[in-house]
């Protein structure tokens, strides 16, 4: 399995800046794709952006099309997700895992970790 420890979160105001960091541990890390999800009070988890194994393509959901970025560093083994112009609906547990690239859900061998709470005040 690949296990996780998510960092980063905070309070902040609407319309600025988080970096989180996902640091991953487990499986080879390299070689698997990962995700952000996030859940929101009394929501399911979503699925928010995913990178490849190789960093060379990323998906997004459309609510964070072009505000949100996710990125990963191999040799760390942490995978990032810099978060621009906040919402206050972007308020949630923000989670990474390992996922099945195309289908944006959680891998077999994934696993979720506790998680960092953002939350964003209008």
């Known amino acids: 399995q690949v296990h996780m420890v998510e960092s980063g979160g905070g309070l902040v105001q609407a319309g600025t800046s988080l970096r989180l960091s996902c640091a991953a541990s487990?499986?080879?890390?390299?070689?698997?794709?990962m995700g952000w999800f996030r859940q929101a009070p009394g929501k399911e988890r979503e699925f928010v952006a995913a990178i490849s194994w190789s960093g060379d393509s990323t998906y997004y959901t459309d609510s964070v099309k072009g505000r949100f970025t996710i990125s990963r560093d191999n040799a760390k083994n942490t995978i990032y997700l810099q978060m621009n112009s906040l919402k206050p609906e972007d308020t949630a547990v923000y989670y990474c895992?390992?996922?099945?690239?195309?289908?944006?859900?959680?891998?077999?061998?994934?696993?979720w970790g506790q998680g960092t709470q953002v939350t964003v005040s209008s």
């Open positions: 487990g499986r080879t890390f390299s070689s698997v794709a």
């Open positions: 895992t390992a996922i099945y690239w195309g289908l944006w859900r959680q891998a077999d061998f994934g696993s």
